[in-house]
């Protein structure tokens, strides 16, 4: 490298320069004279035209999903109704009850199928307020028909598990309240009745039906020679679709739910959120091709986006029950509403409601000896997702801390529904006398496609050859230990 050396005149200028620069002040940056959004968009100017109406159906689409994913407690309910109401037919008198119990060819999320099932749909503004008579010791609800729970009926609920009069009174109803009955206001006109009585062991489902059907449903101001008689249609044994639509009919049937209820059902943020694809209460629902092109995609990415949620576990850690074990809540530590400490959950309400259905209190509240648990398993002890393909075993300890009782059912991953297989009812209970226990009380049960040679047959329960699967966990009257973890299921271990 050369370096340049001065000449003496040259030096001395340097210096003076020199001096002269330090004792001045220093020199301004050229000042920006254009705004930030101005110089970030199109230099002040409009986009391309072809451009601007991409962004717009971009726009159109996100929030075609955003409607989908906040919808979706609505639409689930809805699609149980109309499958409920094509195969039993509709009334307030209409309570179908699945008197052998729910099996596989019952198309409905997350069904029990170790309870016997009462469940029916009441229509406030066709009726006005309606008078349900509950029999005692049912667990059930209702739900208004975004599945927020009106009440809790039975032993969390007001009549304790003795049964009472419950009254259902449309949204923003001013007439006559009277007395006597335990009385709740709903949101929405539309109104979803779940109860489920509990079978003896054997188990023996004629004593639970039996109490199921000493429920009575009639408009408050009508006489008894008037009310229609009840009807309790066995739906045991029949292929009911009781499912959600997957395809364009999720729009034209939250329109039609739109238009029915009224405004205050829905806040006006959303109503906005739904205006912006057209879904206007009142106002005719006419997408353009292209808009329904985009509808019909996001019916279709909205439920894969809702699964990739699912499989990944959330950052902090609420949704798993323990330290050391891969079971999660289907709640992530939300209330039943799916509030968490400062926000509503949108995204662990979404997931649920695309495999499950009714949330309410009893299921989320840690009340010792009553309500429900549900511990869902759908790893394996290797952190793998569970397959239909492989074997499975799981340990349950003895002292399982379920006072009413506890059983175990396979489901389908995508939706919740049974997988079907020679078996139809993919559960096993502590309710059936045939279950074999090992000598220190703990049960073992066994998954797969095939029974293991050293698998009880009353103990294996059946997947489905290379369809994923969830295993739930259910403990109705949980008790302390649960709560306090002292029990704890074992993770399902795959064999070799």
């Given at each position: 490298m050369k370096i340049k050396r001065l000449t003496g005149s040259s030096m001395i200028c340097a210096m003076l320069l020199g001096a002269t620069t330090l004792g001045a002040a220093?020199?301004?940056?050229?000042?920006?004279?254009?705004?930030?959004?101005?110089?970030?968009?199109?230099?002040?100017?409009?986009?391309?035209?072809?451009?601007?109406?991409?962004?717009?159906?971009?726009?159109?689409?996100?929030?075609?999903?955003?409607?989908?994913?906040?919808?979706?407690?609505?639409?689930?309910?809805?699609?149980?109704?109309?499958?409920?109401?094509?195969?039993?037919?509709?009334?307030?008198?209409?309570?179908?009850?699945?008197?052998?119990?729910?099996?596989?060819?019952?198309?409905?999320?997350?069904?029990?199928?170790?309870?016997?099932?009462?469940?029916?749909?009441?229509?406030l503004k066709e009726t006005g307020p309606l008078v349900v008579a509950a029999p005692p010791g049912v667990i059930g609800m209702f739900t208004d028909f975004f599945q927020r729970t009106i009440t809790d009926v039975g032993a969390i609920g007001p009549d304790r598990a003795r049964?009472?009069?419950?009254?259902?009174?449309?949204?923003?109803?001013?007439?006559?309240?009277?007395?006597?009955?335990?009385?709740?206001?709903?949101?929405?006109?539309?109104?979803?009745?779940?109860?489920?009585?509990?079978?003896?062991?054997?188990?023996?489902?004629?004593?639970?039906?039996?109490?199921?059907?000493?429920?009575?449903?009639?408009?408050?101001?009508?006489?008894?020679?008037?009310?229609?008689?009840?009807?309790?249609?066995?739906?045991?044994?029949?292929?009911?679709?009781?499912?959600?639509?997957?395809?364009?009919?999720?729009?034209?049937?939250?329109?039609?739910?739109?238009?029915?209820?009224?405004?205050?059902?829905?806040?006006?943020?959303?109503?906005?959120?739904?205006?912006?694809?057209?879904?206007?209460?009142?106002?005719?629902?006419?997408?353009?091709?292209?808009?329904?092109?985009?509808?019909?995609?996001?019916?279709?990415?909205?439920?894969r986006m809702i699964m990739a949620l699912r499989m990944a576990p959330r950052a902090d850690g609420r949704d798993l029950y323990y330290d050391d074990r891969n079971y999660v809540r289907a709640w992530a530590g939300a209330t039943a509403d799916w509030m968490q400490n400062s926000y509503l959950d949108v995204n662990q309400r979404a997931t649920f409601f695309q495999y499950a259905y009714?949330?309410?209190?009893?299921?989320?509240?840690?009340?010792?000896?009553?309500?429900?648990?549900?511990?869902?398993?759908?790893?394996?002890?290797?952190?793998?997702?569970?397959?239909?393909?492989?074997?499975?075993?799981?340990?349950?300890?003895?002292?399982?801390?379920a006072k009413a009782f506890w059983a175990v059912t396979l489901y389908n991953v995508t939706d919740g529904t049974m997988p079907e297989t020679p078996q139809l009812l993919p559960s096993k209970n502590s309710l059936d006398a045939s279950i074999v226990k090992n000598d220190d009380g703990s049960v073992d049960l066994w998954f797969g496609p095939e029974k293991p040679a050293d698998a009880p047959e009353q103990n294996w329960i059946q997947s489905i050859d290379g369809r994923a699967f969830m295993a739930v966990i259910r403990l109705y009257g949980a008790d302390l230990d649960f709560f306090d973890q002292a029990w704890r299921p074992d993770d399902v271990v795959k064999l070799n």
């Open positions: 220093p020199v301004m940056a050229q000042e920006e004279t254009t705004p930030p959004l101005v110089r970030q968009l199109y230099n002040g100017n409009w986009p391309p035209p072809e451009e601007a109406q991409q962004l717009r159906d971009e726009l159109y689409y996100q929030r075609a999903i955003h409607a989908y994913m906040t919808m979706i407690p609505a639409l689930n309910v809805i699609g149980m109704r109309d499958g409920s109401e094509a195969a039993f037919g509709k009334g307030y008198n209409v309570l179908p009850i699945w008197k052998d119990r729910m099996d596989a060819r019952a198309w409905v999320p997350t069904p029990n199928a170790d309870v016997i099932y009462s469940m029916s749909y009441l229509d049964g009472g009069l419950y009254l259902l009174l449309p949204p923003g109803y001013d007439g006559e309240v009277p007395g006597g009955y335990f009385a709740f206001e709903s949101s929405t006109y539309n109104v979803f009745l779940f109860f489920r009585t509990v079978m003896e062991p054997g188990p023996d489902p004629k004593p639970a039906v039996a109490l199921a059907e000493r429920t009575r449903i009639y408009p408050l101001y009508e006489v008894e020679k008037r009310v229609k008689p009840m009807e309790f249609p066995n739906g045991s044994g029949k292929r009911v679709d009781m499912m959600y639509p997957v395809d364009f009919a999720y729009w034209t049937k939250l329109k039609e739910f739109v238009d029915y209820e009224p405004v205050g059902a829905i806040s006006p943020e959303l109503r906005g959120v739904l205006a912006s694809i057209g879904i206007v209460k009142g106002e005719p629902f006419e997408p353009t091709d292209r808009e329904r092109e985009l509808l019909e995609k996001a019916v279709d990415v909205a439920p009714s949330s309410a209190p009893a299921m989320v509240m840690r009340t010792i000896g009553a309500g429900s648990k549900y511990p869902v398993a759908f790893l394996d002890s290797e952190g793998e997702l569970l397959n239909g393909t492989n074997g499975y075993k799981l340990h349950l300890p003895a002292g399982i801390p």
